[in-house]
């Protein structure tokens, strides 16, 4: 079945530090969506990716989707403590939503 | 309204129990998912509703028994559960299967 990895598993930066995690699928992908999961909470999406290629921007986040659609990253720009929780990749394939295992991100202030 | 709803927040409940969870949005939207998510872990897919009827059935065991009595509503009827079976379970919604999920809060359940 289809498998959506992402790395790294944790990540601890100093407040300030940029921050990537990067999520590879083993299929091509319909589209792939960004989620982020609080501690305690549940999962909020934060975008989806359509197009080969494609790159969008939300403030200090950039997302974006491989040229092959099967990879897909998502690049924090100076981390704030706001930004602490879970990220995770999801990709679309088939009639579901597979997710990748997160990306856990702390933020020393 | 974008929200999603979820009763209870939190359940415990024996083996030989019988409950249900209940999920409701009032969205428009179409599709309607359960999830079941451990600590530390992604959420894992369990059913997916299109159009209030079941499109994907990811081998669950048959002690979970989904039902979604109108385009609004989603149950997830539990009976004779094991202890590995607490999680947090996740209700979504979403316009169709290729578009964004929005997630309730989450029932979390202990089973004893």
């Known amino acids: 079945g289809q498998q959506v990895m992402q790395i790294p598993q944790y990540q601890h930066v100093q407040e300030g530090e940029d921050f990537t995690t990067y999520c590879n699928s083993s299929?091509?992908?319909?589209?792939i969506q960004w989620y982020k999961q609080r501690p305690g909470g549940h999962p909020v999406f934060l975008i989806q990716?359509?197009?080969?290629?494609e790159v969008k921007k939300q403030k200090r986040l950039t997302f974006q989707f491989g040229e092959a659609k099967k990879n897909s990253s998502l690049h924090i720009t100076a981390t704030q403590t706001t930004d602490v929780g879970t990220y995770f990749c999801?990709?679309?394939?088939?009639?579901?939503?597979?997710f990748g295992k997160g990306t856990l991100l702390t933020v020393n202030p | 309204d974008t929200e999603v709803t979820q009763t209870p927040k939190h359940l415990v409940m024996g083996m030989t129990n019988k409950k249900s969870l209940k999920c409701e949005q009032h969205?428009?939207?179409?599709?309607m998912y359960w999830y079941k998510q451990k600590a530390k872990k992604p959420p894992e897919l369990m059913f997916v509703?299109?159009?209030?009827?079941?499109?994907i059935n990811e081998s669950v065991p048959s002690r979970f028994s989904p039902e979604c009595p109108n385009s609004s509503l989603l149950n997830l009827h539990l009976h004779a559960l094991q202890p590995e079976d607490s999680a947090l379970y996740l209700c979504?919604?979403?316009?169709?299967?290729?578009?964004?999920?929005?997630f309730g809060p989450g029932t979390r359940l202990t089973v004893t």
């Open positions: 990716l359509v197009k080969s290629g």
């Open positions: 969205m428009g939207h179409r599709a």
């Open positions: 299929t091509t992908l319909s589209n």
């Open positions: 509703y299109s159009y209030e009827k079941l499109s």
């Open positions: 999801a990709g679309y394939s088939v009639l579901k939503l597979t």
């Open positions: 979504a919604s979403s316009h169709g299967p290729s578009y964004e999920q929005y």
